[in-house]
């Protein structure tokens, strides 16, 4: 079969590295892809929400399958854009449909599900600025740190931890007033949770569901988790916290009520659940979901499924998931991050990486990554993941350290300390 992959990032190299190695497929084309998708498959220079052009081009390559990426195409209706066309309607889109991105799309939304199908999650209210006064007494009963949440789509970055009540006070009002245009003219105020966290990806066609490998992300830009907030600097799996008893309570409690209560609520849902987790005295809770798989954390999971993945897929599309076998890895597998010096505030592109041919015993997965005149060269924040199988965590990360040092480019930055936290 042909499969075209929409994005561009670590993720989608990660999810095409997968997907190649599957018999099933012919020709693999990533929209738009980067330097890295461009060795294994064919990059097609179209923007992941242009859906015309994706059309156009799924019916002259005669694809039979559309792997989505990131979640803005989804959050778009990317899944009902193809389901609503006769010429493409018969053509799985892996994804859910657009109401069913709407658990990304809009934190309200997400909150009043987890609310309705009594699934573990902090306590909240949501906010427009006409209910400013509401708000602030909502915040006077909570107790700090205050958690507020853009209601929209806001690029990672919409969400403040604040310890001062006045300050507080002062970013909702701002928010409200659209520091973060249209997402944020709704806010959700939560109660904060004080834990450790893991990423847990649900594959489901609507009915069954799959739980795949669990993850740690590292989000924080310095080392012992300090600094600003990234897209992630590095990841791990298994998760030695997330034992047998806690991911049965989180199947119990979390994957199960959210696969039924999509199907209460007539949601059409075929595809990944990602699943932001807070372990809070050993009780599993939800921080937040995403539609789509995590990012670095994909750079880890791929390589801890052993069963071929585009059966899997075809499972979701067919509705038949439920006869597929999911087998995984024993092994560690870990991921660190290159980024560019300044990241994840302002950083220079174009900067030509080499020593990629000198990298062995890991897999390089590229992220902000161009081909330019056979050069490799920088393209973005977060660069290219360096993912490593290892007996133990240690084994693992020693692979990809030493691999980190081998890949040069100007102001290169990694976390030394990835996976610091767990045993
Ligand atoms: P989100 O975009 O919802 O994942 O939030 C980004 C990050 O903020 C999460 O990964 C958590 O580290 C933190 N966070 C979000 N909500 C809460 C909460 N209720 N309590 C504590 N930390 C939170
Ligand atoms: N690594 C977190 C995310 O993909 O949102």
Same mark, same amino acid.
């Given at each position: 079969?042909? &499969?075209?992959?929409?994005?561009?990032?670590?993720?989608?190299?990660?999810?095409?590295?997968?997907?190649? +190695?599957?018999?099933?497929?012919?020709?693999?084309y990533?929209?738009?892809?980067?330097?890295?998708?461009?060795?294994?498959?064919?990059?097609?220079?179209?923007?992941?929400?242009?859906?015309?052009?994706?059309?156009?081009?799924?019916l002259?390559?005669?694809?039979?399958?559309?792997?989505?990426?990131p979640e803005?195409?989804?959050?778009?209706?990317?899944?009902?854009?193809?389901?609503?066309?006769?010429? &493409?309607?018969?053509?799985?889109?892996?994804?859910?449909?657009?109401?069913?991105?709407?658990?990304?799309?809009?934190?309200?939304?997400?909150?009043?599900?987890?609310?309705?199908?009594?699934?573990? =999650?902090?306590?909240?209210?949501?906010? =427009?600025?006409? +209910?400013?006064?509401?708000?602030?007494?909502?915040?006077?009963?909570?107790?700090?740190?205050?958690?507020l949440?853009?209601?929209?789509?806001?690029?990672?970055?919409?969400?403040? &931890?604040?310890n001062?009540?006045?300050?507080?006070?002062?970013?909702?009002?701002?928010?409200?007033?659209?520091?973060?245009?249209?997402?944020?003219?709704?806010?959700?105020?939560e109660?904060?949770?004080?834990?450790?966290?893991?990423?847990?990806?649900?594959?489901?066609d609507?009915?069954?569901?799959?739980?795949?490998?669990?993850?740690?992300?590292?989000?924080?830009?310095?080392?012992?988790?300090?600094?600003?907030?990234?897209?992630?600097?590095?990841?791990?799996?298994?998760?030695?916290?997330?034992?047998?008893?806690?991911?049965?309570?989180?199947?119990?409690?979390?994957?199960?009520?959210?696969?039924?209560?999509?199907?209460?609520?007539?949601?059409?849902?075929?595809?990944?659940?990602?699943?932001?987790?807070?372990?809070? !005295?050993?009780?599993?809770?939800?921080?937040?979901?995403?539609?789509?798989?995590?990012?670095?954390?994909?750079?880890?999971?791929?390589?801890? &499924?052993?069963?071929?993945?585009?059966?899997?897929?075809?499972?979701?599309?067919?509705?038949?998931?439920?006869?597929?076998?999911?087998?995984?890895?024993?092994?560690?597998?870990?991921?660190?991050?290159?980024?560019?010096?300044?990241?994840?505030?302002?950083?220079?592109?174009d !900067?030509?990486?080499?020593?990629?041919?000198?990298?062995?015993?890991?897999?390089l997965?590229?992220?902000? =990554?161009?081909?330019?005149?056979?050069?490799?060269?920088?393209?973005?924040?977060?660069v290219?993941?360096?993912?490593?199988?290892?007996?133990?965590?240690?084994?693992?990360?020693?692979?990809?350290?030493?691999?980190?040092?081998?890949?040069?480019?100007?102001?290169?930055?990694?976390?030394?300390?990835?996976?610091?936290?767990?045993?």
């Open positions: 079969m042909n &499969i075209l992959l929409l994005g561009n990032g670590g993720r989608e190299s990660a999810l095409a590295w997968k997907i190649k +190695q599957s018999n099933k497929v012919n020709d693999l990533v929209a738009p892809g980067n330097a890295g998708t461009h060795l294994i498959a064919n990059n097609i220079n179209l923007s992941a929400t242009d859906f015309p052009s994706i059309k156009e081009f799924v002259n390559n005669s694809i039979d399958m559309v792997v989505v990426g803005e195409p989804l959050v778009k209706g990317i899944y009902d854009f193809f389901i609503n066309d006769e010429e &493409i309607k018969n053509i799985p889109v892996i994804g859910p449909s657009k109401l069913g991105a709407e658990l990304e799309g809009s934190k309200d939304f997400a909150k009043q599900f987890m609310v309705r199908h009594n699934i573990p =999650t902090a306590k909240y209210k949501s906010f =427009t600025l006409s +209910q400013l006064d509401d708000a602030y007494h909502f915040l006077e009963e909570l107790e700090a740190p205050y958690v949440k853009a209601d929209g789509l806001a690029a990672g970055k919409g969400v403040l &931890i604040i001062d009540i006045e300050e507080a006070k002062r970013e909702l009002k701002e928010m409200l007033s659209g520091m973060f245009g249209d997402a944020s003219k709704t806010v959700v105020i109660e904060f949770l004080s834990g450790i966290e893991c990423s847990v990806f649900v594959l489901t609507g009915e069954s569901y799959k739980i795949l490998p669990v993850a740690k992300d590292y989000k924080r830009i310095g080392e012992g988790d300090t600094g600003l907030n990234t897209g992630g600097m590095g990841a791990v799996s298994p998760v030695s916290f997330a034992d047998k008893s806690f991911m049965e309570k989180v199947e119990q409690r979390i994957v199960i009520p959210t696969i039924e209560g999509l199907k209460k609520d007539n949601i059409t849902y075929k595809g990944f659940i990602f699943l932001g987790l807070i372990e809070v !005295k050993g009780e599993p809770m939800v921080i937040e979901y995403n539609v789509r798989m995590g990012d670095p954390e994909t750079e880890v999971v791929m390589l801890r &499924i052993k069963s071929d993945f585009v059966s899997l897929l075809e499972g979701v599309a067919t509705k038949n998931l439920k006869d597929k076998v999911l087998e995984i890895d024993d092994r560690y597998a870990v991921t660190v991050m290159l980024v560019s010096g300044g990241y994840p505030g302002s950083y220079e592109k !900067k030509e990486m080499t020593g990629l041919d000198q990298v062995h015993d890991s897999i997965f590229h992220a902000g =990554t161009k081909l330019s005149e056979n050069k490799v060269l920088t393209n973005g924040g977060r290219i993941a360096i993912s490593s199988y290892g007996k133990t965590k240690d084994d693992a990360l020693s692979l990809s350290f030493k691999n980190a040092d081998k890949i040069l480019f100007d102001k290169k930055y990694y976390r030394k300390d990835i996976g610091f936290d767990l045993k």
